[in-house]
């Protein structure tokens, strides 16, 4: 079945770095979704990516989707106290699953 | 206002007890999805739905069961036999149609099962 490591796991940083997290799949995705959870809530949907080397952007958020489509990333310029939370991919048409997340901490 | 909606926020059962719980959908949405979340980790999928009358086991489907009788309510009961059930469950509607799914989550439900 389809394999999807995100990483990393964790990430601390300081108020005003930039924050990355990745991604990758054993196979090819037809799309891939982005999601951010704040501490104690629930999943929002933030992008979905479909073309091969596709990149959108949200403000300070920069989502990309590999040539192969078989990996993807979310990246945060200048990261804010409200960037806070848990980020998923999330890939799949019917059975959407959702990588481990990558969990952000900002250090004021 | 169009949204999804699960209840109770916090539930408390007594081990050996099954619990079902709710969720329900005003969007018009023919797919809906529950999954579990433990702490610190990530989703994981335990049934989803493409239309009504019809459901898929999901990658950790053993001691829960769900029914979709009406295109608005996907409810899911977790069972006596589900040996780990205090987690965080989140329901979710996407459309289905081309590309892949948008997905709304509801407020999500806390399980306690002492």
């Known amino acids: 079945g389809q394999q999807v490591m995100q990483i990393p796991q964790y990430q601390h940083v300081q108020e005003g770095e930039d924050f990355t997290t990745y991604c990758n799949s054993s196979?090819?995705?037809?799309?891939i979704q982005w999601y951010k959870q704040r501490p104690g809530g629930h999943p929002v949907f933030l992008i979905q990516?479909?073309?091969?080397?596709e990149v959108k952007k949200q403000k300070r958020l920069t989502f990309q989707f590999g040539e192969a489509k078989k990996n993807s990333s979310l990246h945060i310029t200048a990261t804010q106290t409200t960037d806070v939370g848990t980020y998923f991919c999330?890939?799949?048409?019917?059975?959407?699953?959702f990588g481990t997340g990558t969990r952000l901490t900002i250090i004021p | 206002d169009g949204g999804i909606t699960q209840s109770p926020k916090y539930l408390f059962r007594k081990e050996g007890q099954n619990v079902t719980l709710s969720c329900e959908q005003n969007?018009?949405?023919?797919?809906m999805y529950w999954y579990r979340q433990d702490p610190g980790q990530g989703l994981r999928l335990i049934y989803y739905?493409?239309?009504?009358?019809?459901?898929q086991k999901g990658d950790i489907a053993e001691g829960y069961s769900v029914s979709r009788e009406k295109k608005e309510s996907f409810p899911l009961t977790v069972t006596s036999a589900q040996k780990n059930p205090t987690a965080f469950y989140l329901c979710?509607?996407?459309?289905?149609?081309?590309?892949?799914?948008?997905?709304?989550f509801g407020q999500g439900t806390r399980l306690t099962v002492v």
């Open positions: 990516l479909v073309k091969s080397g």
């Open positions: 196979t090819t995705l037809s799309n």
């Open positions: 739905s493409q239309i009504v009358n019809d459901f």
């Open positions: 979710a509607s996407s459309i289905v149609g081309t590309g892949g799914p948008e997905a709304f």
């Open positions: 999330g890939f799949g048409n019917e059975k959407l699953t």
């Open positions: 969007l018009n949405h023919d797919a």
